[in-house]
């Protein structure tokens, strides 16, 4: 369901000084308890002094969450203004559980199938979103490499099915690849495939530029659709973050040509203790949905409260 009402931004009214504060130390992480992933974990860890993976942490990145060795759960309350749509509110919950009594390497997937809820589903890493209920057995997990399998049921209770492959090794000091490969099958839709390649370029301690790109295709659809996007990330502190971000997408029928293009920037900070969140995202971008429409630009600006609650199953 969903509420149209602006009184929500009040919420995430943030003082201008927190913007302009420079960052400050970060304490020493604390040991981690072992678990039953190899050594892939420790690898991810350590990696570049962990700002890319602090990064998509502290942002919430879909695809942490469901390689994370513990369960996650995020409440997210949204509200967001379009100048061409006005103003909407959603309610959104996505998380994963742990079923060690049944398998240490099986999870419960599930995440609200609203994907219009926000103008920043053209940023990636969105895209990597769980189906409405899965689950997810982990086949196989060695230092640079990962495989899934899923059985998920839609919202539209027909059932799907993926395998995926993902790959990731740094290719410099500062620079780490990541590639991964879906082929997925839906009852309603048939076949398709998903194929991601992502960088992250450690600039230093506190900045990361992330390029993500994405390609997916499905038997019912003409064409594949294409998108990429290049963030610039700053962790501003502890507990606060500040990015920026351009973004593309396109289609390949009727001929190449891209739905969409813009800009944005994202500021995240943490309000209360470790589990609360505040988010302003405001970003513009030009639109059309198929080949023939005319161009249309408009500003919008996302607002969200998140609520995140984990737990390690040991």
Same mark, same amino acid.
């Given at each position: 369901?969903?509420?149209?009402?602006?009184?929500?931004?009040?919420?995430?009214?943030?003082?201008?000084?927190? #913007?302009?504060?420079?960052?400050?130390?970060?304490?020493?992480?604390?040991?981690?308890?072992?678990? #039953?992933?190899?050594?892939?974990?420790?690898?991810?860890?350590? !990696?570049?002094?962990?700002?890319? +993976? #602090?990064?998509?942490?502290?942002?919430?990145?879909?695809?942490?969450?469901?390689?994370?060795?513990?369960?996650?759960?995020?409440?997210? +309350?949204?509200?967001?203004?379009?100048?061409?749509?006005?103003?909407?509110? /959603?309610?959104?919950?996505?998380?994963?559980?742990?079923?060690?009594?049944?398998? !240490?390497?099986?999870?419960?997937?599930?995440?609200?199938?609203?994907?219009?809820t926000?103008?920043?589903?053209?940023?990636?890493?969105?895209?990597?979103s769980?189906?409405?209920?899965?689950?997810?057995?982990?086949?196989?997990?060695? !230092?640079?490499?990962?495989?899934?399998?899923?059985?998920?049921?839609?919202?539209?209770?027909?059932?799907?099915?993926?395998?995926?492959?993902?790959?990731?090794?740094?290719?410099?000091?500062? %620079?780490?690849?990541?590639?991964?490969?879906?082929?997925?099958?839906? @009852?309603?839709?048939?076949? /398709?495939?998903? @194929?991601?390649?992502?960088?992250?370029?450690?600039?230093?301690?506190? !900045?990361v530029?992330?390029?993500?790109?994405?390609?997916?295709?499905?038997?019912?659809?003409?064409?594949?659709?294409?998108?990429?996007?290049?963030?610039?990330?700053?962790?501003?502190?502890?507990?606060?973050?500040l990015?920026?971000? %351009?973004? %593309?997408?396109?289609?390949?029928?009727p001929?190449?040509?891209?739905?969409?293009?813009?800009?944005?920037?994202r500021?995240?900070?943490? %309000?209360?203790?470790?589990?609360?969140?505040?988010?302003?995202?405001?970003?513009?971008?030009?639109?059309?949905?198929?080949?023939?429409?005319?161009?249309?630009?408009?500003?919008?600006?996302?607002f969200?409260?998140?609520?995140?609650?984990?737990?390690?199953?040991?």
């Open positions: 369901m969903k509420i149209y009402a602006p009184g929500l931004t009040l919420l995430f009214l943030l003082p201008p000084a927190l #913007w302009a504060e420079e960052p400050q130390p970060l304490p020493e992480p604390a040991p981690q308890d072992n678990v #039953w992933l190899d050594s892939s974990h420790e690898y991810v860890v350590g !990696k570049a002094d962990n700002i890319a +993976v #602090w990064m998509d942490n502290f942002f919430g990145v879909n695809r942490v969450d469901e390689e994370a060795p513990y369960s996650t759960l995020r409440l997210r +309350v949204e509200q967001e203004w379009d100048e061409m749509e006005g103003w909407e509110t /959603g309610l959104k919950l996505r998380g994963k559980v742990h079923l060690p009594k049944l398998n !240490k390497r099986l999870s419960l997937l599930f995440a609200d199938d609203d994907e219009k926000g103008q920043d589903d053209l940023l990636l890493e969105r895209q990597n769980p189906d409405d209920v899965a689950l997810q057995y982990t086949a196989r997990e060695k !230092k640079h490499y990962r495989v899934d399998f899923k059985v998920g049921l839609r919202s539209s209770l027909h059932p799907k099915t993926s395998a995926r492959y993902r790959y990731e090794h740094p290719l410099s000091d500062s %620079i780490i690849g990541r590639f991964s490969q879906e082929a997925l099958y839906r @009852t309603d839709d048939g076949f /398709g495939s998903r @194929t991601r390649l992502e960088f992250d370029k450690i600039l230093d301690e506190n !900045k530029l992330q390029w993500y790109n994405r390609v997916e295709w499905e038997e019912e659809e003409s064409g594949v659709s294409m998108n990429t996007g290049l963030a610039f990330n700053r962790r501003l502190g502890e507990h606060r973050a990015g920026y971000f %351009i973004a %593309i997408s396109g289609k390949t029928d001929e190449a040509f891209s739905t969409a293009y813009g800009f944005g920037m500021y995240r900070q943490n %309000i209360y203790k470790e589990w609360l969140f505040a988010e302003v995202q405001p970003n513009y971008f030009w639109r059309r949905a198929e080949f023939e429409d005319s161009r249309e630009g408009a500003a919008a600006i996302l969200r409260l998140e609520a995140v609650f984990t737990r390690d199953w040991d």
